[in-house]
């Protein structure tokens, strides 16, 4: 029996057929199977190649074999590092074999190259070494759960505007007599607008647009320079229950986050309750394993729910923080000023958190001379007995301008691409964290095979 890894125009060919009810010795394929692999054997009486259905979800041995690679960039960052005894140690596993490890997290799969949350972009992922795949969890107006980064993000990560489902939009694109697009900086599409199916007929793109664009061609030609189209032409877009089984054949464990509804809830009777349980009952129908899912959220009432009433996959479960949800009325956020926090890390910890999962910058600071150390909310986390990953690394253009936001307060210290492997360092074996998400997960993986974190 041969494995076939199937080629775009492959996936393409059998996404169609699979419309049309495909049957082999009349057998039909669930979509998700189709769009992940074929396993294909000899017919015993006529010789001919019979379709045969593999047992999905594969939990424990992967399906997809896969060669680990580091490709180019990570030795591009060490290169780039000023000279000191962490790059010759980074140097010195130049011959290293890469490997798979939990301590890479990817981010949305790998978008510093690829349309996030595709495909292409989550078998990048694995390739990298990435242990843990996270999918973004957003509903069509039908109650699937689809992977997104937020609910209204559709016209900036998909060709949604460039469709007929442009006109479901919740603010479509509007061209005027003289064929001018005139409100691409209003336009606003969401999962909730349409149904799975329609969902399904996206094509995945590099997150960004145009908002001063006249056409519709200008506003979707967007991509930030540092970033690339290069691996945009596939940009096949994923259910969650696509995204499981990809992520199980991959041997990955899975990291999904229940993004905030912009639509009013309930929505058409489907209430935040229903949201929070249908995304654990997909992984429990899936069959996979608690211990294998780590769910998370920005919201920390989320978190709250699954302790409540799905304790074996709160045990994983991941409060995520930053600014915008963790600052204390009047205040701005300070890492260093427990005054500015809206909770204590000792009143998350209570309220039974075991893990939580900063923005990078909130766990590092700088001593002004370009030292980078812990944060004082990194202290305290690690005091309270919490469990820390953090995101997210690769995210930023180059950074020789000090890196924005995902490094803020660290100017002094960041000059260089290469810093990122120092801040990597610091987060590894000064913060303490289990993990680290990143839009690059080779960057990571180099680091954590060189250093022995599995």
């Not at 000899?42 to 593999?54: F, R, T, Y």
């Not at 292409?120 to 689809?146: H, K, P, R, W």
């Not at 991509?223 to 990809?246: C, F, M």
Request: charged share 20%.
């Amino acid at each position: 029996m041969t494995i076939l890894k199937n080629s775009a125009n492959e996936r393409a060919q059998l996404h169609k057929s699979a419309l049309h009810k495909l049957r082999c010795q009349c057998l039909t394929l669930p979509l998700a199977i189709i769009s992940t692999f074929l396993l294909l054997g000899c017919n015993e009486d006529d010789g001919s190649l019979a379709v045969i259905l593999p047992t999905l979800p594969p939990t424990t041995d992967p399906i997809q074999s896969l060669a680990y690679t580091y490709g180019v960039r990570p030795f591009y960052l060490v290169n780039d590092m000023d000279e000191s005894p962490l790059k010759d140690e980074l140097l010195a596993c130049k011959g290293q074999l890469p490997s798979k490890t939990d301590f890479s997290l990817a981010h949305r799969g790998a978008p510093l190259q690829f349309p996030e949350h595709t495909y292409d972009g989550y078998v990048a992922s694995a390739q990298m070494g990435a242990g843990i795949l996270e999918c973004d969890v957003a509903f069509t107006n039908d109650g699937e759960l689809v992977c997104r980064h937020a609910q209204n993000d559709l016209h900036t990560t998909t060709n949604i505007v460039a469709t007929p489902l442009a006109d479901q939009c919740s603010v479509p694109p509007i061209i005027d007599a003289n064929g001018t697009l005139t409100n691409a900086a209003d336009i606003e599409c969401r999962t909730s607008d349409i149904s799975v199916t329609d969902f399904k007929s996206l094509t995945g793109k590099m997150d960004a647009v145009n908002t001063q664009a006249t056409s519709i061609s200008a506003y979707m030609d967007a991509t930030a320079p540092w970033r690339t189209d290069l691996y945009s032409q596939n940009g096949e877009v994923l259910t969650l229950k696509e995204h499981i089984a990809l992520a199980s054949s991959l041997d990955m464990k899975h990291t999904p986050e229940l993004k905030e509804p912009v639509v009013t809830m309930p929505f058409n009777g489907y209430s935040l309750d229903n949201y929070r349980q249908q995304l654990i009952d997909t992984y429990k129908s899936a069959g996979v394993p608690a211990s294998d899912v780590y769910p998370q959220s920005f919201n920390l009432e989320d978190i709250d729910y699954w302790i409540s009433n799905e304790p074996n996959y709160a045990t994983n479960a991941i409060y995520l923080i930053d600014d915008s949800n963790e600052t204390a009325a009047g205040k701005i956020f300070d890492k260093n000023d427990p005054t500015t926090w809206k909770h204590s890390l000792a009143e998350i910890k209570a309220r039974g958190v075991n893990t939580i999962a900063p923005a990078s910058w909130l766990l590092v600071t700088s001593d002004g001379d370009g030292k980078l150390l812990p944060s004082t909310y990194a202290l305290q986390a690690k005091a309270n007995g919490l469990d820390i990953v953090t995101w997210s690394l690769e995210r930023s253009g180059p950074l020789k301008n000090g890196g924005g936001w995902y490094y803020s307060g660290l100017g002094d210290a960041i000059n260089n691409d290469g810093d990122i492997m120092n801040v990597i360092d610091v987060l590894a074996q000064d913060v303490g964290v289990k993990g680290i998400f990143s839009d690059w997960p080779a960057t990571i993986s180099y680091y954590a095979n060189c250093k022995g974190l599995k």
